[in-house]
């Protein structure tokens, strides 16, 4: 079973623009994680939130959480050609494996 | 360094089929180990996972089957392929006793077609 969906199913930018991507979710979580995936390749872990967690940076990268809406959204400032991908949020609700949604696909154009 | 290692990368086999796909982890002992399927433009179908050599846990009913012979070593197997069993299959590990939530380290992909 599916439980984050990301938001929008497609984005395309120009260079230089800001990216953001939404992650709904249904059930309470333990962390939610978000995930690179180039065409064709494996996913690539970009950063986990705990849910006592509201914000984290990495680079250019901001993930928020906000649990009171199951809802988490990843901005990626200042893009790239390189950043084009797909982006998936993944949910730990323990005991069991991470859930991923359907992803995110992002072209950014040069 | 832990590194994870998939084969085959591509397979194109007839429907009827058998199927086993490798996946070994270096670098790590007593690893997570996943199976996950992804349908063309879709997102993660978790298939198997495995806390232990010979524990096995499936998600999906389906007539594929996973084994884990050692400890950094998860096989995917299937005696009679099906046209829907095509899609592109990921590896992946976690560290930690048990599922804890930890980040997952994925092995590079197998795209699998079934004709």
């Known amino acids: 079973s599916q439980q984050g969906e990301e938001d929008p199913q497609a984005l395309s930018i120009q260079e230089g623009e800001n990216a953001t991507m939404n992650c709904s979710y249904k059930?309470?979580?333990?962390?939610l994680q978000w995930y690179r995936q180039n065409s064709g390749r494996g996913l690539v872990h970009l950063i986990l939130i705990r849910s006592n967690e509201r914000e984290k940076h990495s680079g250019r990268l901001r993930v928020t959480l906000d649990t009171s809406k199951k809802s988490s959204s990843l901005l990626i400032t200042a893009s790239r050609a390189a950043d084009t991908a797909s982006y998936f949020c993944a949910t730990y609700s323990g005991n069991t494996p991470l859930v991923f949604g359907k992803g995110t696909r992002l072209s950014v154009i040069a | 360094s832990q590194t994870i290692h998939q084969w085959p990368a591509t397979l194109v086999q007839p429907v009827g089929s058998p199927l086993s796909l490798e996946c070994t982890v270096e670098?790590?002992?007593?690893?997570?180990l996943y199976w996950y399927r992804q349908a063309a433009g879709r997102g993660l179908q978790l298939l198997f996972y495995?806390?232990?050599?010979?524990?096995i846990s499936s998600e999906v009913p389906q007539n594929l089957s996973a084994s884990r012979p050692q400890d950094r070593q998860f096989i995917l197997s299937s005696k009679k392929l099906l046209l829907s069993d095509s899609g592109f299959y990921l590896c992946?590990?976690?560290?930690?006793?048990?599922?804890?939530?930890?980040?997952?380290?994925f092995g590079s992909g197998t795209q699998l077609s079934v004709l």
């Open positions: 059930t309470s979580i333990n962390n």
């Open positions: 992946a590990w976690s560290a930690g006793h048990g599922i804890g939530g930890e980040k997952l380290f």
């Open positions: 670098g790590t002992s007593n690893p997570n």
């Open positions: 495995s806390v232990g050599i010979g524990q």
